[in-house]
């Protein structure tokens, strides 16, 4: 039998040791199969003390989904070192190494909660998460005034890896890997398509793959639709 004494949390220490319980919970099972009570198992508490912190499981899963919001924002940050398709890469990973973590949590965030004004919430969070990501975009781009046509490539793709995540999540029927490298080739694909009709755009993508390397996530692409060309 031990003797020791449990510590006894602050009130904030507390609230954020509630919200990491409930994520983790949130991320193996949808939100509406998670009971107050297993939250307050899961942290070592009583069932009344969870109400003392918040009033309610939505309030808590608005909690986990804010901090939720904010770790998948950080994703997007990466080091200006190196070429662009291998930040972008590297970036990718980042993001399928949150997804996979957080399946169900990554789908409840995108999706809106059970509520109405969960759903409102949810959505002002991730569009925060969208514009983070754009943001950061824009920042390995080098450019502080995007034109219009560079706002629809770099947010149409922001779109297109949350759209192709939870689409992974249903079955995962194409390798990670090879779904973050393709991610990164859609990218070079959509600015290509927009080069293609706008000069300024054709300016910018020649100033990307200027530095791209031949075995690098660009030069790659590059490759295989040379090679696809020239197939007879």
Known sequence: MTTGVRR????????????????????????????????????????????????????????????????????????????????????????????????PGFSALMRGGPAAGSVRRANAMIDEVRQAAYEQILTHLEVADPPARLELVVRSWVSLAEATALLWLDGKRIPRAELELQLVHDFAALAAVSAAQDDEMAGLLLHIVAGEPAEGPFGVLAGRLAGLLTQP
């Not at 509630?18 to 070592?44: K, M, T």
């Not at 009033?55 to 989904?65: T, V």
């Not at 890469?89 to 399928?96: D, E, Q, T």
Request: net charge negative; aromatic share 10%.
């Open 8 to 103: 006894r949390m602050g009130v904030e220490e507390r609230k954020q040791q509630l919200i990491g319980v409930a994520l983790e919970l949130f991320s193996n099972r949808s939100p509406e199969d998670v009971s107050i009570d297993e939250i307050a198992v899961a942290a070592g508490i009583s069932r009344p003390l969870v109400y003392h912190y918040f009033p309610g499981k939505q309030s808590l899963y608005e909690a986990a989904l804010r901090r939720a919001a904010d770790e998948l924002a950080g994703r997007f940050r990466e080091p200006r070192e190196g070429p662009l398709g291998e930040r972008l890469l590297r970036v990718m990973g980042r993001f399928f190494d949150f997804v996979e973590e957080h399946g």
